[in-house]
């Protein structure tokens, strides 16, 4: 092994776990590595099951990967798990679930960690242009000292793609994952580089997902990516796709701050299978970075991006509420096929708006996020939007509170009970998350409530309350964190910890 970046291409066409092991392990052995002390593995499992089954790494592929983490272990290891937080709102336990992972990480021998379920950690950050001085993340993550991050090989409506660098978005619980989760998401992913680096990466791409990131559309790409730098490997993920890197701010960012080389001149690209022949699978691969205005045209839904809060070096917000209307249709489509023609004609307008909106009488005009600035005739009559966004500084960490999906049902209830008749509507928050928007269109739309389906209903009430009873364990006991006496690892100084979630 060399001190350079190593980004290693192989070829798998089939989710075998056995041959995953194969391949992960030679991978191991090319790049000298060897799990040790607490290891653990962060899958991407952002929401997993029927309705979303490219969306997350496979469990056979994680337990081929497991598996060559044991085969390469030389020591018994103080911990060997696999953890993560899913889909804000969705309790991580139901993902695992809904995704096969524990009976397959029962069969490996590995323990699942719940990032809902554990307290929270404060690492300080002093970086320049830093968002804030200081990120929460899972005691667990702090505290590993062989950090594994195998995510899906996806695109993302919001940042282009989802490789590697973000996938770091689950790592932080819902209370502290939504701060920043607007036109500053990019820059959200480059701070969370600092909570940790993984040692080595190994990538889904046997059957990427194009287009979204819950509900992507299946790409048989028929390859397994590994390496040992984050931001190398991002960048070759993206040179495969046809995507310049640097085009994507969160990677640009990770690499100008030194987390890793981006130009393939330095980065070693070695495997059996070509840069040109992995770019000859994936040609044709879409990343789905689509602005909302576009998005909806042709649907029943005239969606208006305007500008986020100024001054900003964007005038979109990538990272927050028009990105989540995209995949809250996405997955009422999945869950009612007649969304489409359900959905009244609907104008949903974001940011500051100062064009003229073509209103027809009896359209509802929905102004969506804390940023719906408006000020102008709607149907013939005027209308007067304020901005209230609040800026970033005055969102504090310790202050911020779980997203408790119930409560937002009941909630989103009772505010339709007040708005049904309204044709003009504000919906705030920042962001109006992708669950609240669900809930919106569900009323909006007398569609089908994705929580309340047979299916889904049962299973996930029972992991919300498992969630809810673990936690109110861990308060009861005292326990900070499941594995008394851990020590956190150096590197990160954590400083405070949170008391685990109050969901
Ligand atoms: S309110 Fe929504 S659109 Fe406005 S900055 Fe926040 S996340 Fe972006």
Redesign the pocket.
Known sequence: MGTRATVILEACNEYDPERIRRIVRAGLEHLDLAPHGRTLVKPNCVASGKHFPHAFTRPEFLEGVLLALKDRTNAPLDDFAVGERCGITVPTRYAFKEAGYYPMLQRVGARPVHFDEVSQVEIPLDHEDRLRDSLFTPAPVAAADFFVNCPKFKAHPWTTVTFSLKNYIGIQDDRHRLIDH??KLNEKIADLQYIAQPQFIAIDAITAGEGRMLTPIPFDMGMVLMGDNQVAFDAVCCHIIGVDPRSVPHIRLAHERGFGPIDLDDIDVVGSVSLDEAKARAAGFRVGLIPVDEYFKGSSIRAYGGT??QPSNTDY?WG???GALEEAIEILRQFDTGTDDKIPPTHIV??AWDKPLDVNPGEKVIFM???ATYRGPVAGRDVVIENV?QDRATKKPLDAKDVDIFGKMIGTTLAWQSMRSKDVLEIRG???SVAEQVLLLVKLGKLKNPYMDPLVALRFTNAYLGKRARNAMNRLLGIPYNRPGAALRGAAKPRLQLPVSTN
């Open positions: 607007d036109h986020p809060p917000c927050g509420c028009p974001f940011g996020g804390d940023c966004y920042c962001p109006v």
